[in-house]
């Protein structure tokens, strides 16, 4: 999927970023390391967040009420509420944003902030390589539309094309 967008977009148009969390067993710096091989070091800018600080800073700042959004529309017999509605309630805080994809226009910079996103994906539910084209169920730009059975390949390329519509910004 990174390889795509890498390949499509030169360098001056696209930056990408990968932020590691410990999310499930077998996550840790090595893993991370491991896994971030497949993307190469030319384009691909990544980070190992081991205590999980900057999905935790997206879920406060830009998701704080996502998942109660979500519930609020989601039939109660869908097979993912009750999962999300335990997820919810987590009165420890601790459930960070992960298995997510956030885009933004050129210039956005994270300072005091985390900076709100033009364009986003989060999979909150794994179907399996298996399963054949459909992997994950995902929610993407509005928290309060049913989520659906996607990929990760569609959902990027969904959002890059929303943001290939922005008007471009003028160089001053």
């Known amino acids: 999927m990174l390889k795509e ?15 590691w969390l410990t999310m499930v067993s077998g996550d840790d710096q090595s893993a991370a390391r491991s896994s971030g091989r497949m993307y190469g070091r030319d384009r691909v800018h990544q980070y190992y967040d081991g205590a999980r600080v900057v999905g935790l800073a997206y879920r406060l700042e830009v998701f704080p009420n996502c998942l109660q959004d979500a519930l609020s529309v989601m039939p109660k017999d869908h097979p993912l509420y009750a999962q999300l509605s335990a997820r919810a309630t987590d009165s420890r805080g601790e459930d960070p944003l992960w298995d997510a994809v956030l885009f933004y226009p050129p210039g956005v910079e994270w300072k005091e902030h985390v900076p709100n996103t033009t364009a986003w994906s989060k ?15 995902f929610f993407h730009n509005d928290c309060k539309q049913p989520p659906t059975d996607s990929d990760w390949h569609d959902e990027v390329r969904n959002a890059m094309s929303l943001v290939e ?7 001053s």
């Open 165 to 171: 519509k922005l008007p471009k910004r003028s160089a």
């Open 123 to 137: 999979q909150v539910g794994f179907i399996g390589p298996g399963a054949g084209k459909v992997t994950g169920v």
């Open 5 to 19: 967008v890498v390949e499509k977009y030169p360098q001056d148009q696209v930056s990408v970023y990968v932020v």
